[in-house]
């Protein structure tokens, strides 16, 4: 892909306004139809689109995997932590209510924010993941091959 | 009609093509039953990411189906019988979309109505999904990470690209 001038301009020109719809999708899932699954397949996507045309070495240098993963799990434990928050307020698991005790709907609305970055992190990361592990698969064989072919 | 072309075809890229027509199909199915949730997520996920995720896979292994060793005919007949047993079963379903359907009598009301005050968000969907079933979308999260994980442990592509890393 290092030749194809064209992909790589339109690639780039694209990549900022995906990574900004997925943040508009994970931020505006309130009033609209979205939410963190979908942003975080979104911006996922942009990575992907990365990777496919400036190769896998650069799209790891911008996302290391080992981030990722961390990443990931950050997302789990962001949307469990919440509701352990609640938990320590006094109120349910998950029952955002208790975050703003005067104003229970303020509440929710934090909490669901929170929970769909949550969702929104595991999924765009783990979504990036998978490519790189199929991607690095297919690499990793040919490199394989070559390092017979020379020796 | 795109099904049946699937299963016909034995040139895999092509079949991976038609699945993300068939996503995309489906999506436009569900914005026009008024669900631009359910689609969005059909749209990007099916059409988009599960796409490039399959073509990935092709790319590691082979472009054409191997010819099937056994015969259908066993497997067909179980699908039609099982397919057959399904369409008996929706005969007794209420007809769609009728306002009098148990689905709209039980919980919905609630969320439609109260949401507003209780939530305090205009998007029901979002607010059924993080707060009145957020155990359910603990859930979701917990398996998309854990079939991440599963993935890199079959595959392990993060350790083998540091220890490429490493030899440069």
Redesign the interface.
């Known amino acids: 892909m290092q030749h194809h001038h064209i992909l790589r301009v339109v690639t780039k020109f694209n990549l900022p306004l995906i990574l900004l719809f997925g943040l508009y ?1 994970q931020f505006h ?10 942003a975080g ?2 911006i ?2 942009a990575f ?1 689109l990365y990777t496919l045309v400036f190769g ?1 070495e650069s799209a ?1 240098r911008v996302a290391p ?2 981030v990722l ?1 961390y990443l ?2 950050s ?2 434990l962001i ?2 932590g919440t ?1 352990v928050l609640n938990l320590l307020l006094g109120a349910d ?2 029952d ?1 209510g208790s975050l703003v005790p005067s104003h ?3 509440g ?2 934090y ?2 924010l929170a ?2 970055f ?2 929104g992190l ?2 765009a ?3 990036v ?10 690499r ?2 040919e ?1 394989a091959e070559d390092g017979d072919a020379t020796s | 009609m795109v099904a049946v072309a699937i299963i016909r075809l034995h040139d895999l890229f092509s079949v991976v093509m038609l699945f993300g027509i068939y996503s995309l199909v489906s999506a436009a199915l569900l914005v026009a039953l008024d669900a631009p949730d359910v689609a969005f997520t059909e749209a990007v996920v099916g059409a988009g990411i599960s796409t490039v995720l399959m073509l990935a896979t092709l790319a590691l292994t082979e472009r054409h189906e191997r010819r099937p060793a056994h015969r259908p005919w066993l497997p067909l007949g179980v699908v039609i019988v099982t397919g057959a047993f399904l369409v008996y079963g929706t005969l007794d379903i209420p007809p769609f979309g009728a306002p009098d359907n148990p689905i709209h009598q039980h919980v919905v009301p609630r969320y439609l109505q109260d949401s507003g005050t209780e939530i305090g968000i205009p998007n029901v969907v979002t607010s059924v999904l993080a707060s009145y079933r957020g155990y359910d979308t603990l859930g979701e999260t917990t398996v998309i990470f854990t079939a991440g994980m599963s993935v890199l442990v079959l595959l392990g592509s993060a350790r083998r690209l540091r220890r490429k890393r490493k030899g440069d």
């Open positions: 999708v899932g309130d009033f609209g139809p979205g939410g963190g699954f979908q397949v979104i996922g996507a992907i896998l790891a995997p080992d993963r990931s799990l997302g789990v949307y469990g509701g698991f998950l955002y229970p709907s303020h929710q609305h909490g669901i929970v769909e949550g969702v595991t999924v990361s783990t979504m993941l998978i490519f790189f592990a199929l991607g690095g698969r297919g990793a064989d490199d």
